[in-house]
């Protein structure tokens, strides 16, 4: 015989009810016996069971139990019990490792690509920022005085305390910082004098080799942006380092990846200076012309052919390939 069972929890109460069900050529037939509870009769049964009835340890009632369920009693049944032993579908230890073991083959493969890029997008914002900084003060001081930001234009308009790039660096540096930074208004979080505090140092280990970036650290003049990136004036270029040196940490400055150039160094008479490209761009035009392709500036970022710490080939593509880090971009992050 197939029986309807449907349970419903309201209110603390638990309401069944137990419907015959005609069978294929059978006609339905009264229960032998009614269940035991209220308001049970022949062709039905539906009752009351409060939860502290003692027949209620017939059923697990439960208040997930929304649906109608069907089942078969034996003939002559009078009750339905339920079963508490019960077996549930588990894994095994030895399934539980191989899982485990799946998952740590699958963060090693991963995590380390994930924190790759995270790196490599923070480094691309903050540097895209500090570009827009520079280039809308420069624009300015070009629009102004008709001389792009370069060594040319600091011995030009400051001719009393910058004669030439061969002596009074210092005072050539913080000429232009106050004339493209200061006069601009541009909010600084740090700046630094030239007392050489620890980070300095740091740079001179990194840039031991490099005349130019010692000469730059030595004697240019370095702030600090509200982005964390700090900014160099050495030379009429700006060197850029994507970390905040103000937290007196050491720094590993690699080229391309951490330290970068805006606009060439030595440009200092109005011969060199036809050489500016436009966009603070890192080369001149002759040694763009060196590397004609995309490929080729590729391949001198990934070896770094024009030598030096910042390797301003790399600060090229960069500004080439419209302020971004593109797919093909040589060094990791």
């Known amino acids: 015989m197939q029986i309807l069972y449907n349970i419903h929890v309201s209110d603390g109460t638990a309401t069944f009810h137990l419907t015959p069900m ?32 003692k027949f209620s340890s017939r059923f697990t009632l439960h208040s997930s139990l929304k649906k109608r369920a069907a089942f078969t009693l034996a003939e002559g049944a009078t009750h339905v019990a339920h079963s508490h032993n019960i077996r549930r579908a ?10 485990l073991g799946i998952i740590g083959v699958v963060a090693a493969l991963t995590i ?9 997008k ?15 003060a420069t624009s300015k001081l070009i629009a102004e005085t008709g001389i792009p930001f370069s060594s040319y234009y600091v011995i030009t308009m400051h001719n009393d305390v910058c004669p030439s790039t061969a002596t009074h660096l210092e005072e050539c540096a913080d000429s232009l910082y106050e004339d493209v930074i200061k006069s601009n208004n541009i909010k600084i979080i740090n700046e630094y004098d030239h007392s050489y505090p620890l980070w300095y140092s740091t740079l001179i280990s990194n840039a031991v080799n490099d005349e130019g970036a010692i000469a730059a650290v030595y004697h240019g003049k370095w702030f600090t942006l509200p982005n964390g990136c700090s900014v160099g004036i050495y030379n009429g270029s700006f060197s850029v380092i994507t970390d905040n040196l103000s937290e007196n940490r050491k720094v590993e400055l690699i080229g391309g990846k951490n330290y970068f150039q805006f606009q060439p160094a030595n440009i200092d008479n109005q011969n060199t200076i036809k050489e500016i490209l ?5 080369m001149t035009q002759t040694e763009r012309k060196r590397y004609n392709t995309r490929a080729d500036l590729i391949n001198a970022c990934k070896s770094n052919e024009l030598g030096g710490v910042v390797n301003i080939a790399c600060s090229q593509l960069f500004i080439e390939d419209g302020l971004r880090f593109s797919d093909d971009y040589p060094i990791k992050f």
Request: charged share 15%; glycine share 12%; aromatic share 4%.
């Open 22 to 53: 005609a069978g294929e050529g059978k006609e339905t037939s009264p229960l032998p016996s009614p269940l035991q509870g209220e308001g049970v009769n022949s062709v039905g049964c539906s009752g009351t069971l409060p939860r502290n009835d």
């Open 90 to 99: 588990a894994f095994t230890l030895a399934e539980a490792l191989i899982t």
């Open 112 to 120: 380390p690509n994930l924190i790759s890029g995270y790196s490599k």
């Open 122 to 136: 923070v480094t691309e914002t903050k540097l895209k920022q500090t570009y827009s900084i520079l280039s809308n």
């Open 278 to 282: 436009p966009g603070l761009a890192p």
